[in-house]
């Protein structure tokens, strides 16, 4: 059984940078493509970016696009998302997602495993 469990999430001024990671445990993450996912107060689940197996494909949300880069050390079994020139509206609570193909999906329907989620916060 796979578990993830999300780092880095805190308080930041708008402007700001954090490092969200993803650790996976009981499983490799290697053969899987992986996405990052949020959820604000009283709004639906929203997708914000996604990575194939390799890391060699990724696709963002228009909304982070520019800002936030996802990454992935298959080696240490992580997920990275680099969040940078944060905004009030990225505040929510972030959630990593594991889906067992190897392509990259926008759908959070099409993940398998979740995290329980990092929140960040972003004051102005």
């Known amino acids: 059984q796979v578990q993830l469990v999300e780092s880095g999430g805190g308080l930041v001024q708008a402007g700001g940078s954090l490092r969200l990671s993803c650790a996976a445990s009981g499983g490799t993450l290697s053969s899987y493509a992986m996405g990052w996912f949020r959820q604000a107060p009283g709004k639906d689940r929203e997708f914000v970016a996604t990575i194939n197996w390799s890391g060699g494909h990724t696709f963002y949300a228009d909304s982070v696009k520019g800002r936030f880069t996802i990454s992935r050390d298959n080696a240490k079994n992580t997920l990275y998302l680099q969040m940078n020139s944060l905004k009030s509206e990225d505040t929510a609570v972030y959630y990593c997602?594991?889906?067992?193909?190897?392509?990259?999906?926008?759908?959070?329907?099409?993940?398998?495993?979740w995290g329980q989620g990092t929140q960040v916060s972003v004051s102005t």
């Open positions: 997602a594991l889906r067992r193909l190897l392509g990259t999906s926008a759908n959070g329907a099409d993940y398998d495993y």
